[in-house]
């Protein structure tokens, strides 16, 4: 029933061809490949660079990108289809565009005394120069850069001496142009300094000057690199190399071997003449792929054609296995690094083998045939498969598994907190997020793995093997986490380090710290090593003291060591004296009670990275793993996760009231795609869903004989019974004034709207909305209620003639209340939107019961706008001072009308906090939408309105449909992005 959704984004990598392809700046950095360029930006309250947005401005592969040095927002681009762009990070536009650059730029740069020019060139040059600033932006050429005899390669401007510029050529010679003085062409060509045995005409074609950079710390060097001579540090003044920097020699290879350098990833390229040493027998058909075996195996895995897959024994000549799957034929074979002796096969399943030639496990989800598979370079365990079901696909050897987004671990966790064991659960639970009480259980047991993985693998386990220091340095990580501190200091001497160990050693206790010095001194004492005698010292062993000097002929110094002993200087260490037993478990208590808050703090803050890195799943995880149901819920809940939030409700029955608000929402999205009978059924499920179902069968546009029916199956009477109803409740007055009471008023108004007379019910619920809202102590728990049921509402007859002035004000305090509940629901982004649409209804009517103004509206929008910012910047203190004393009293008595207050920290509220869906914290790319509320660039998943044009990102239309049911367009057309 859900649409496809983005939920991740694999970007493309750096392009090899060209080379101004990667720059920095401040906080923010760039690559491109072929079309797009990639910006990350540094998110400071998680110290690391995030995706923040794409470029696709170019038609045409990109040669070359920078970084403005004078707005770090600026960046300039370049292409083969001869254009120049300046875009706008910040603001996600282009800034300017140059059309014809009259050849493709191999290279550009800003210049560092003019802000708004940019520099290029392409060919022989000359030099360009774009003021893309001024009135008449114009190119306009460098005239000293004219003249020259070979294609420039890059080009650098000197960062303090204004006019010069230094180029790098084709030819490998350089060039340095100085505004006003000489201009040095084509000089300092390294294989004009080489010797005439390794200088050639072909080395001259071939060694082109690959980068230059003038050195930070000096105005007159400048490090020049070439595609084959290495790396050059030229004195431009001098006109002389001050030092060569030169790659590995050829010469140990044989005469035939031809290498060619790259300095870009370090490889050569040899010519040589192939000739075979060993062939396969037998004929296997097509050879689709091969693998060679890692380590010493001398075994080749080929995916033939014919007979499967077959592992051929080079050095016996024979194939010694073949892996046979009936009506499927093997694409594909490749060997994994660190796992040395296991193999990946792939046909229409996939299968991975170990050295035995046993199958460890068969993968199946690809619904065609797999033609590629490959294991991750970077993780282990990890390997991908591509088919001709046009999918990618991406296994957890470890798990034998396809489960993205942490589901597989979501339902494990149910199953602990559901069973309450632990025994049904697969490995794959181990390595995910796992409940409190299977913490330290199975972190303990795999640091013990580690242990003894160290001591089975010390001085053996071939190439690709962990290390014995590796796995020691896993343990004592996992030790410390789970506070064993004596394990963790045994695995540090381990190590080696002896020092890190006895630093936190008391923490176990004086005895075993004293134990652990002793061992360090015997230690350093076998290696005749002075360094011994402190520790002799601290520990209060006076006759190993001497002993020690003694049996090194230093007498003097032994004879010392006794005085001092006998003085008494020399001191055993001595623990604490014993803590009263009441003190004790008093300590004891105090400390559990922080150490859970502490724990319940960090598993906050994990789960809200989680979530902001658009991935509520695995943020439930956090908080399902310490047993806080409800706020697993809740993130659920805000992620749009809703089939998951409802299926995890149900099972653990323990958070009724979330799961009916669950429950809602997905019976929304039913509605929206016209299955009305299935949302009433969803409905049903749970008994907390009452109000739920009075507003769907409100919202249903039907004729009466199907209304009636729906009513029938919701338990509700018909159309006529709840006509009935409302006249005999409104004749009924409670009240001491004549009026209805509350509770009788709110089920008065929801039988007229589920009646066939739902304008009496508006205009009922409107009157009391408009007396209350009069009232200068009013808050918006008062009317919400009543808004929320009058925005059900079929739209058809809102529209209806006779119900104008009525729709208006509907409208009116809809988007009004529900900017006071965004505010309270912390649903930022859309609170000025809903208090500008307010604003514009009410510019729009003669006449209204409401008691707001424009004048009313405008402050309060003002003093909101104020304080956001305030609270937003870095140095809060100094921008509350900006805000005006009205502005402060507007904004506080804005607080008390929402039932907020500025310090209002209660997480128990459902839906505080903004929503964020899965894929919404990434950028968006060519297919740029500016959002309807701000005008701003969406980002994430958009949502349109119902014009089919006005779109608006699917966080801030979640947000707005869950404080007014009406569209921003103005239209009393319901907005329903679930």
Known sequence: MAALKQVSLLTAGSQPWNRDVCACTQDRFAYCSTLAVYVYMLDERYSRFKLSSIVCEHKKTITALAWSPHDPTLLATSGTEQILIVYSVAEHRVVAKLNNTQGIPVCIGWCPYESEQVAFVHDKGPLYVWNYGAETPGLQPNRDTNGFQSNVSVFRYHHSKIGTIAFGHADGTISICNQGHKTHKHILNPC?????????????????????????????????????????????????????????????????????????????????????VHTSPGNEGIIYHLSWAPAD??????????????????????????FLEKSNLFKACIRERLYLRSLSLSSRHGMTVDASCDVIFLVTGHTAKVFSVRWSPLREGILCSGADDKTIRVWDYTQATCAPGGATNLWNLVSVVSNGGAADLPESYARGIVHLKHMTSYKASEASQLEMVSVARFGSGGVGARGRDECLQDAAAIYLWLGNVQRYCEMLVG?????????????????????????????????DSEEAVPYLVATGDAEAVVEFYASRSKLHEAMLSAAVAREGRIRTPRAP???????????????????????????????????????????????????????????????????????????????????????????????????????????????????????????????SSELDDLHKQASLPSLHECLQKAEQLSNLPDGGDGRL????????????????????????????????????????????????????????KLQHPK??????????????????????????SIVTPLFICARHIISRMEKTSIPLTISLVDTEVDAWKAHRGASSSRNRSVCQQDISREQQRVYAQL????????????????????VLVSSSHLPSHSDVRLSYLDGEQIQGPVFYLEDGQSAVSLNDALMWAKVNAFSPLGSAVHINPF
């Open 495 to 527: 190590l080696g380090e002896w020092e890190k160990a006895l630093a936190v050693a008391p923490g176990v206790s004086m005895e075993y710290w004293t134990s652990l010095a002793k061992r360090r001194a015997e230690q350093l004492s076998a290696e």
């Open 192 to 276: 004009d300094s080489a010797d005439a045995s390794s200088s050639s005409a072909t080395d001259a074609e071939t060694n082109p000057v690959h980068d230059i950079s003038w050195d930070p710390l000096s105005n007159d060097y400048l490090l020049v690199a070439h595609l084959r001579r290495g790396l050059h540090l030229v004195d431009v003044v001098a006109l002389t190399f001050v030092m060569k920097f030169e790659l590995p020699s050829a010469g140990a290879h044989t005469s035939t071997l031809k290498p060619i350098y790259y300095t870009r990833n370090r490889s050569r390229k040899f010519r040589l003449t192939l000739k075979p």
């Open 297 to 322: 195996l001398n075994c080749v895995a080929a995916a033939t054609a014919r007979n499967g897959c077959i592992i051929w024994d080079v050095g016996k000549g024979k194939v010694i296995k073949r």
């Open 895 to 914: 607080l008390r009308k929402t039932g907020r207050h500025d310090d209002d920290d209660d997480d128990d509220d459902v839906e505080k906090g903004p």
């Open 803 to 828: 119900c104008g002035r009525l729709k208006a004000e509907l409208l009116l305090v809809s988007a009004y209340v529900g900017a006071l509940v965004a505010i309270r629901r912390r649903y930022d």
């Open 577 to 703: 004296a014993q803590q009263n037993p009441d003190v004790a478990d008093d300590e004891a208590a105090e400390n559990e009670e922080s150490h859970s808050r502490l724990l319940g703090e960090t598993v906050e803050a994990l789960g809200e990275l989680y979530f902001q890195d658009g991935s509520p799943t695995l943020a439930a995880c956090c908080h399902l793993a310490v047993d806080n149901y409800s706020k697993a819920m809740c993130k659920l809940i805000r992620g749009n996760e809703l089939e998951l939030a409802v299926c995890v409700g149900t099972v653990l029955g323990t958070v009724p009231d979330l799961t009916a608000v669950a429950l809602s929402y997905l019976s929304r999205r039913c509605e929206r795609l016209d299955k009305w009978e299935v949302a009433l059924s969803l409905l049903k499920t749970s008994a907390h869903t009452k109000e739920a179902l009075a507003e769907l069968c409100i919202r249903c546009s039907a004729s």
């Open 741 to 796: 009471s509350e509770e009788r008023l709110y089920e008065c108004v929801r039988y007229y709207l589920l009646s066939s007379s739902p304008e009496t019910g508006l205009e009922m619920g409107l009157s009391r909305v408009a007396a209350a809202m009069g009232h200068a102590d009013w808050t918006a728990d008062d009317v919400w209620p009543i808004v929320r049921l009058l925005g059900c509402m079929r739209t058809d």
